[in-house]
């Protein structure tokens, strides 16, 4: 056998058939120069709270440096549900439908492995988080994109959700406020798609992790809707909100045979979340609401210059309703999404993210989070600015 054969045959199939992320490359292209202001990481600028910070180190000075229980510390799992109940009038058992995870990125991947069987099909609402087809691939389902655009806010419609189902379909991906768009979608929306979801027997993976950083109003559940809680896989975690991104820690809900199965993967690889970061966590739920209104306050100002600024430039920004990402067209510069970026990195030295590498709809934009000071976000806009001019031309 040759060197090449060997090389070949021992990597998974499924991982070789992945894509490296798109953010990363940029990213790593970025990390190479000087003077680069990026407005493509999607973390908070803040730093996390002092008292959520203390919890954490007073846990580790009392000893608290065990595994915890598999699912998370029961105090933090009860927090979660008084929190859920309270926020978005959703009741779950902190007994037996909560799991603390490393991450939200890890409860979507346990939740896919848990109810995919090989050649089931989900249901992936594009633009999209970079990580979703790909874990659906690595659990053995095949992901089947529907494009959301620009023209109807990035919302999915009852329609295009059912003329994607087939016999396959057992499952569909929704992220509402969503990366990379900052689309929300309202009660009204969301119940059109529920009919559609529960009429067809599917299981939904609801990604809530921006449900805060919502500008108008109060996020909605699609876990609320009508006979959707016993379809639905919640998934939220401590990170956008909270400015806990390095702490990796999220959380999911579901029925109990879901989570059950999720808690029987977690505990094979993972065993537990970091019992520090819990009482940290635990500390930002019960105390932390403050703080979080603080720093939505304060996207919502920067999010407004953002989108007024890019209007003034010339390309069409939508006014995202939550998250911290403004989602622009570049069409009219006769560019690529890739090209924008790439030209964008080498000449300006601003860095963003291309929209294709969300998936389809993405095409033709770029996502620039703003979760970042007002003076970077001035000097990298005027500098966008003066490179559409240069592309105009």
Same mark, same amino acid.
């Given at each position: ?125 594009? *633009? ?10 690595? +659990? ?53 798609? +529920? ?78 979340? *970091? ?63 890739? @090209? ?7 000449? @300006? ?25 007002? @003076?970077?976000?001035?000097? +990298? ?13």
């Amino acid at each position: 056998m040759t060197s090449s054969t060997s090389q070949r045959t021992r990597l998974s199939t499924r991982v070789q058939s992945i894509q490296p992320s798109g953010i990363r490359r940029f990213f790593d292209l970025a990390s190479k120069m000087e003077n680069i202001i990026s407005l493509g990481v999607g973390e908070p600028d803040f730093v996390t709270p002092w008292n959520v910070r203390e919890a954490s180190i007073s846990s580790m000075e009392r000893g608290f440096t065990a595994y915890s229980a598999n699912a998370g510390i029961i105090e933090l799992r009860e927090a979660i549900s008084r929190y859920l109940y309270e926020r978005f009038h959703i009741g779950y058992d902190p007994e037996s439908e909560i799991l603390v995870t490393v991450g939200a990125s890890e409860a979507i991947d346990i939740g896919m492995r848990a109810i995919i069987d090989e050649g089931d099909e989900v249901i992936v609402v594009e *633009p999209s988080f970079v990580s979703y087809a790909p874990l659906v691939t690595m +659990a053995g389902g095949v992901p089947v994109p529907v494009g959301t655009h620009i023209d109807t806010d990035f919302q999915v419609t009852p329609a295009q959700i059912e003329a994607a189902i087939t016999p396959r379909t057992k499952a569909i991906i929704l992220c509402f406020p969503n990366n990379p768009t900052g689309s929300i979608m309202g009660k009204e929306e969301l119940e059109a798609v +529920a009919k559609v979801i529960s009429g067809n027997d599917l299981i939904v993976f609801s990604d809530e992790i921006y449900a805060e950083l919502t500008y108008d109003g109060t996020h909605v559940s699609l876990a609320s809707m009508d006979g959707m809680r016993e379809r639905t896989v919640l998934i939220s975690g401590f990170s956008k909100a909270f400015a806990m991104t390095g702490w990796r820690l999220g959380y999911v809900c579901a029925p109990d045979d879901i989570l059950s199965a999720m808690l029987k993967i977690h505990q094979y690889s993972l065993m537990c979340a *970091p019992t520090m970061a819990q009482h940290g966590a635990l500390e930002a739920l019960e105390t932390g609401m403050d703080d979080v209104h603080r720093m939505v306050q304060s996207y919502r100002q920067r999010r407004n210059f953002v989108v007024k600024t890019f209007t003034e430039i010339g390309l069409t920004c939508p006014m995202p309703g939550g998250a911290f990402y403004a989602f622009p067209s570049v069409k009219e510069t006769g560019l690529t999404s890739e @090209e924008f970026a790439e030209r964008l990195l080498m000449e @300006e030295h601003v860095a963003v993210v291309p929209g294709n590498v969300f998936g389809e709809g993405g095409e033709g934009h770029i996502r620039c989070s703003y979760a970042t000071s007002m @003076e970077h976000l001035e000097t +990298a806009l005027e500098r966008i600015g003066r490179f559409v001019q240069k592309c105009k031309q």
